[in-house]
């Protein structure tokens, strides 16, 4: 193509704004492009499998002609060009399609290929619900943690009160040696503690904060009619079965 002539009247008659002529370089370059592309398709030499197949779709548009010999037998018969088969007509009038197999594979090779399709298909499902399981059992696991925590926070809490209850009841009793070395909250800064206090730490750190939490909670009421959950303390033990619903939070709550 020859170059366009830009001092020409068709250039300066054209919209020269900001942004227009790169746009229209652009659509001469695509343009261009498109043009290739088609003299290339036109000049490429067909593969012999192109070939056959229009050879193929030529000769199954045209129809049948006198000189087929099963044509020829099919009008000796009656037959009339157009004319359903049958006696009475009811037949197909279009030929049964051909399913022509141009591949090189084997019978039933392509059923296994859709079988094969379905069964990756399914496991990728599989895989899917499994991978969705496990989240949600994570996710609950995480849940349960989370709140068994929290609980155990909650107990920890619970227990500190009521070793400063009992370390204040005690002194009031004039009781200098708690009953067990974890009934009262331990100073921060303490001196080391020999041999003997190591194994009692050992004892006492076996059990749980739970187990802690009901011992203690059973010596305050037995010992001084302190309820941790009420925050009273009662007249005696009568005093405290009678007005106390019970020796655990879950009474109270």
């Known amino acids: 193509d020859e170059e366009e002539d830009y001092m020409s009247d068709l250039f300066i008659k054209q919209d020269v704004r900001p942004g227009l002529p790169m746009v229209r370089r652009v659509k001469e370059a695509i343009q261009k492009e498109e043009k290739q592309k088609e003299a290339n398709e036109k000049n490429r030499q067909k593969s012999i499998k192109e070939e056959e197949k229009e050879r193929r779709d030529l000769v199954l548009k045209s129809a049948l002609g006198n000189e087929n010999k099963g044509f020829a037998l099919l009008q000796k018969m009656g037959y009339k060009s157009g004319q359903a088969l049958g006696k009475s007509g009811e037949g197909i009038v279009e030929p049964i399609p051909l399913n022509i197999k141009t591949g090189r594979s084997g019978l039933g090779h392509e059923e296994l290929k859709k079988r094969k399709a379905e069964e990756k298909l399914e496991n990728y499902r599989q895989k899917v619900h499994m991978k969705k ?35 204040q009841l005690d002194m009031q009793k004039d009781i200098d040696v708690p009953k067990e070395t974890w009934f009262w909250i331990e100073p921060e800064e303490e001196d080391k503690k020999d041999e003997e206090d190591k194994e009692d730490e050992c004892t006492s750190s076996d059990l749980s904060v739970s187990e802690k939490l009901h011992i203690l909670t059973a010596y305050l009421r037995e010992e001084h009619f302190y309820c941790i959950w009420c925050g009273t303390t009662y007249e005696d033990s009568e005093d405290l079965s009678s007005n106390c619903p019970g020796d655990s939070a879950a009474d109270h709550d």
């Open 133 to 167: 399981q496990a989240n949600e059992q994570a996710a609950d696991q995480f849940r349960i943690r989370f709140k068994n925590k929290q609980e155990e926070r909650k107990m920890e809490g619970d227990l500190r009160k009521s070793q400063r209850a009992c370390q």
